[in-house]
């Protein structure tokens, strides 16, 4: 069975701050991909980054980055000089590729941030 | 282009009623998904079409949940005789070609049984 736990229930930062946001997965499969998603107050999911299990390489898009790193099952994302606008839940999830598993998402619990002006 | 729509965004049912919650996914999209999200938690997956062939029902809680996409663009999630535990926010969502590629969600349907 695949999981993904988000451990940080709730962060609350200052503008500017650099925070990150953890995610740590369990899968059987070999091939598996990794996304983080943004579900800011108006409520309608916001994709922001994909991921596979091959590619390990660390990315950088503006003020965000994400760091996998294989031998922890993590895929954690950091935020760098945030912004009130970054407000949001953010979930983690992870689709595997064997035909055992169900075919959709497994997400997290999410991880509610909460940047203070 | 435009993304993922879903109505209603808000319905309200008196329990025991059947419910009908539409979604059109992003054109050109082969694959969709249906997802429920309580309040506070990550969204659960439902079920997942790819055309017009549902080929993971494997989440949808009970068989009073059925979803069919005739003619593979178009889907509706139906539940029948709902009950408070059905209350949630239904999430539709389609991508390119499977559960590996990228999935872009829809607003989604709030649903409060009463």
């Known amino acids: 069975a695949q999981k993904v736990t988000q451990a940080q229930t709730e962060i609350s930062v200052v503008e500017k701050e650099d925070v990150t946001l953890d995610c740590v997965y369990e899968t059987r499969d070999t091939t598996y991909y990794l996304f983080w998603y943004k579900q800011p107050p108006s409520g309608e999911l916001v994709f922001l980054i994909r991921?596979?299990?091959?590619?390990?390489q660390n990315e950088i898009s503006g003020r965000y980055s994400w760091n996998f790193q294989k031998s922890t099952s993590s895929f954690n994302f950091t935020i760098t000089a945030s912004q009130v606008v970054d407000s949001a839940v953010y979930f983690c999830a992870l689709s595997g590729t064997s035909g055992g598993g169900a075919d959709g998402l497994t997400f997290g619990k999410g991880t509610h941030l909460i940047i203070q002006p | 282009g435009a993304g993922v729509s879903q109505s209603p965004r808000y319905k309200v049912a008196k329990r025991g009623q059947d419910v009908a919650l539409r979604c059109d996914p992003i054109s050109g999209h082969v694959s969709l998904f249906w997802y429920q999200q309580a309040l506070g938690q990550g969204p659960e997956f439902l079920t997942y079409?790819?055309?017009?062939?549902?080929?993971?029902k494997s989440g949808l809680p009970s068989d009073r949940f059925f979803a069919e996409r005739p003619e593979g663009s178009v889907s509706t999630l139906k539940i029948q005789r709902t009950q408070q535990e059905d209350s949630a926010v239904y999430l539709c969502?389609?991508?390119?070609?499977?559960?590996?590629?990228?999935?872009?969600f829809g607003p989604g349907t709030r649903l409060t049984v009463t």
């Open positions: 969502a389609s991508s390119l070609a499977g559960r590996s590629y990228e999935q872009y």
């Open positions: 079409f790819q055309n017009e062939a549902q080929l993971d």
């Open positions: 991921r596979n299990s091959f590619d390990e």
